[in-house]
């Protein structure tokens, strides 16, 4: 195993994002925002889903100034750190699309290609990706031995499965990240507290910490102000340790030594007896959560729900089995959906 540093500086990029045809402005300000990073120390640095891109534009797009991913790469070399950031790349399927999450080491090199095992439906990622509405799932989970720990790879409402996060615990995940999208125009939710939330609960019943952002995605009347879905958040097993909502770096230390004492230990003598140090910090979680696990009663989790959606829908070749798909689920509600707003979302494939 690697010698681990007590303490890992991280980096949370939360930027004014550009959609669809000015989506070549983000790369850029990637390069800006990781060398501020750099120069207050981070690690590791952390950017929105699909940030710089492209991902909701056309994935050809001239005007982008350079590959983002490339010059990243340098960028990761010159400072000596860890960057996490993604793009929406073609599939071997025709008319279909992969979402990545990439993982850069100090050496400039990928060291991991996350793919999001489990996409959004259709309907969403028309919404999302400028049209682009089939994402294939990835293989499995991700999650990368590094010398500043064990890092596991997810992308945004992944936090919410609860399963999905446990697997990468399972694997000896210390941090995990999941970068947001973020809302690009009016819609009616508004979960910036629930999204929270679930980041606190996942660190706290996983033991890790649990770092995100997202686009703040600006023109055409886009307010994020009014409209953010977590902003920038790093949750702890114990607290949340550090949050912002304006564009920018977040820097936050994780006290990884902490984090080790804390998944070593269960209910004992010692931490079940009055404190000998008069210093003693109380522990804001329950110690032994990782290891009091009991799989004969998670069978049922892996069964088929009448609700479960087939993410499979695409393997005969046919991209629009999943309106029956939806059908289903819906129960037969779908198709008034459809007829009363005109659906479903146009869908294009770049």
Same mark, same amino acid.
């Given at each position: 195993?690697?010698?681990?540093?007590?303490?890992?500086?991280?980096?949370?990029?939360?930027?004014?994002?550009?959609?669809?045809? &000015?989506?070549?402005?983000?790369?850029?300000?990637?390069?800006?925002?990781?060398?501020?990073?750099?120069? %207050?120390? $981070?690690?590791?640095?952390?950017?929105?889903?699909?940030?710089?891109?492209?991902?909701?534009?056309?994935?050809?797009?001239? %005007?982008?100034?350079?590959?983002?991913?490339?010059?990243?790469?340098?960028?990761?070399?010159?400072?000596?750190?860890?960057?996490?950031?993604?793009?929406?790349?073609?599939? %071997?399927?025709?008319?279909?699309?992969?979402?990545?999450?990439?993982?850069?080491?100090?050496?400039?090199?990928?060291?991991?290609?996350?793919?999001?095992?489990?996409?959004?439906?259709?309907?969403?990622?028309?919404?999302?990706?400028?049209?682009?509405?089939?994402?294939?799932?990835?293989?499995?989970?991700?999650?990368?031995?590094?010398?500043?720990?064990?890092?596991? /790879?997810?992308?945004?409402? &992944? /936090?919410? =499965?609860?399963?999905?996060?446990?697997?990468?615990? /399972?694997?000896? $995940?210390?941090?995990?990240?999941?970068? =947001?999208?973020?809302?690009?125009?009016?819609?009616?939710?508004?979960?910036?507290?629930?999204?929270?939330?679930?980041?606190?609960?996942?660190?706290?019943?996983?033991?890790?910490?649990?770092?995100?952002?997202?686009?703040?995605?600006?023109?055409?009347?886009?307010?994020?102000?009014?409209?953010?879905?977590?902003?920038?958040?790093?949750?702890?097993?114990?607290?949340?340790?550090?949050?912002?909502?304006?564009?920018?770096?977040?820097?936050?230390?994780?006290?990884?030594?902490?984090?080790?004492?804390?998944?070593?230990?269960?209910?004992?003598?010692?931490?079940?007896?009055?404190?000998?140090?008069?210093?003693?910090?109380?522990?804001?979680?329950?110690?032994?959560?990782?290891?009091?696990?009991?799989?004969?009663?998670?069978?049922?989790?892996?069964?088929?729900?009448?609700? $479960?959606?087939?993410?499979?829908?695409?393997?005969?070749?046919?991209?629009?089995?999943?309106?029956?798909?939806?059908?289903?689920?819906?129960?037969?509600?779908?198709?008034?959906?459809? %007829?009363?707003?005109?659906?479903?979302?146009?869908?294009?494939?770049?």
């Amino acid at each position: 195993m690697l010698a681990r540093p007590a303490n890992v500086r991280v980096g949370i990029v939360l930027p004014e994002s550009h959609f669809g045809e &000015e989506e070549w402005r983000n790369a850029e300000a990637a390069i800006r925002y990781a060398d501020e990073a750099a120069a %207050k120390g $981070a690690q590791l640095l952390l950017y929105p889903e699909g940030y710089p891109g492209p991902m909701t534009g056309p994935l050809d797009n001239p %005007k982008f100034p350079f590959n983002p991913v490339e010059e990243l790469k340098k960028k990761a070399k010159q400072h000596a750190m860890y960057v996490i950031a993604g793009n929406v790349t073609e599939s %071997k399927i025709p008319g279909a699309h992969l979402l990545t999450l990439r993982l850069l080491s100090p050496e400039g090199e990928e060291i991991a290609c996350y793919l999001r095992q489990q996409p959004d439906t259709p309907p969403l990622n028309a919404y999302l990706y400028g049209g682009k509405g089939h994402l294939l799932p990835g293989k499995g989970p991700c999650c990368v031995e590094t010398d500043l720990g064990r890092i596991g /790879l997810q992308i945004c409402s &992944e /936090l919410w =499965v609860p399963e999905l996060p446990r697997l990468l615990m /399972l694997r000896g $995940a210390e941090i995990i990240v999941s970068p =947001v999208h973020g809302r690009h125009s009016q819609t009616g939710f508004g979960f910036t507290d629930t999204w929270k939330c679930v980041a606190r609960a996942r660190a706290a019943e996983n033991l890790f910490y649990v770092l995100s952002s997202q686009n703040l995605y600006v023109g055409h009347g886009f307010n994020y102000k009014t409209q953010m879905s977590a902003g920038a958040v790093v949750a702890g097993p114990e607290r949340m340790e550090a949050s912002m909502s304006e564009p920018g770096v977040l820097i936050c230390d994780l006290d990884m030594e902490r984090l080790r004492y804390l998944r070593t230990r269960n209910f004992d003598e010692e931490n079940l007896s009055k404190p000998d140090d008069p210093n003693w910090r109380p522990i804001g979680c329950r110690p032994g959560q990782i290891y009091e696990r009991y799989p004969a009663l998670y069978k049922e989790l892996a069964e088929p729900s009448e609700y $479960a959606y087939d993410y499979e829908y695409w393997r005969e070749g046919d991209l629009d089995a999943w309106i029956p798909e939806y059908d289903r689920i819906y129960q037969g509600d779908y198709q008034r959906i459809l %007829k009363k707003y005109g659906g479903p979302f146009q869908f294009k494939e770049r």
